[in-house]
């Protein structure tokens, strides 16, 4: 389904463009610091959700790095340039869902297969561990988010290929207008309920088959996961069309 009509773009954007900018200007190198998520928050005018969100996007994207109690720097020199072109690319095509999930579908599903080919005993820890936030960060969105970008982006590090890890970040940058519509709460509690335990066993599936060497399993529930994302984005859109 593709949302033709035009759509505002969201205030976090900004704070993305802003700072992609400077590191590209070279006002911003390697190992600077940003200013604070109240800073930007005061800056721009929006919220520190919105600000965190932005800053979800540039790590995705490998420009920054968001250091527990330390804040946010930029990131050492890798192909930030390729990604930064191939973000814009996708981020003025990202209400294009159909086409999004086509290229979710075909990155992730082969990232989880080759995962559990390679995969070492660490990365099963690592992604239990991420799981496992997963399950723990239901009630509240900004760390639902984060938890479950990191869980993927994991899953694609764990192929050892460091070009999956790099387009699962941009990728995922781009689905967060989507992923807000996935993850959006409804009027009946045990619907909902029932939505998130499903994406939960889902992701606990894909894990565990990733930790047991079933590449076969890992590709077919991940391509099942993305199915299902994609048919709740088009059920939550219909339903927000309709109101």
């Known amino acids: 389904m593709e949302i033709k009509r035009a759509i505002a773009q969201p205030v976090y954007l900004s704070v993305v463009e802003y700072i992609t900018n400077l590191i590209k200007q070279g006002d911003?190198?390697?190992?600077?610091?940003?200013?604070?998520?109240?800073?930007?928050?005061?800056?721009?005018?929006?919220?520190?959700?919105?600000?965190?969100?932005?800053?979800?996007?540039?790590?995705?994207?490998g420009l920054i790095e968001v250091i527990p109690r330390s804040g946010a720097r930029v990131a050492p020199i890798s192909s930030q340039l390729a990604i930064e072109s191939l973000s814009h690319l996708i981020a003025r095509n990202r209400y294009q869902a159909a086409h999004l999930y086509e290229v979710r579908r075909i990155i992730e599903v082969q990232a989880a297969r080759l995962a559990a080919i390679r995969r070492e005993e660490a990365d099963v820890l690592k992604l239990r561990q991420l799981h496992s936030l997963v399950q723990n960060s239901l009630q509240t969105p900004p760390a639902l988010y984060q938890a479950d970008m990191?869980?993927?982006?994991?899953?694609?590090?764990?192929?050892?290929?460091?070009?999956?890890?790099?387009?699962?970040?941009?990728?995922?940058?781009?689905?967060?207008?989507?992923?807000?519509?996935?993850?959006?709460?409804?009027?009946?509690?045990?619907?909902?309920?029932?939505?998130?335990t499903h994406y939960i066993q889902q992701h606990g599936l894909i894990v565990e088959a990733?930790?047991?060497?079933?590449?076969?399993?890992?590709?077919?529930?991940?391509t099942q996961?993305?199915?299902?994302?994609?048919?709740?984005?088009?059920?939550?859109l219909a339903l927000k069309t309709r109101t």
């Not at 200013?35 to 994207?61: C, D, P, Q, W, Y």
């Not at 996961?225 to 939550?236: A, L, N, P, T, V």
């Open 210 to 222: 990733i930790a047991e060497k079933d590449s076969e399993a890992a590709a077919a529930y991940m």
């Open 28 to 61: 911003l190198q390697p190992g600077d610091p940003l200013l604070s998520e109240r800073e930007l928050g005061e800056r721009f005018n929006i919220s520190r959700t919105s600000v965190r969100k932005a800053l979800a996007i540039l790590a995705g994207m």
């Open 225 to 236: 996961h993305i199915d299902d994302s994609r048919k709740q984005y088009e059920r939550m």
């Open 150 to 196: 990191r869980l993927h982006i994991g899953i694609a590090e764990s192929t050892k290929n460091p070009f999956f890890g790099e387009l699962m970040g941009v990728l995922i940058a781009a689905y967060l207008e989507i992923f807000n519509v996935v993850w959006s709460k409804w009027g009946n509690p045990n619907e909902e309920h029932e939505l998130f």
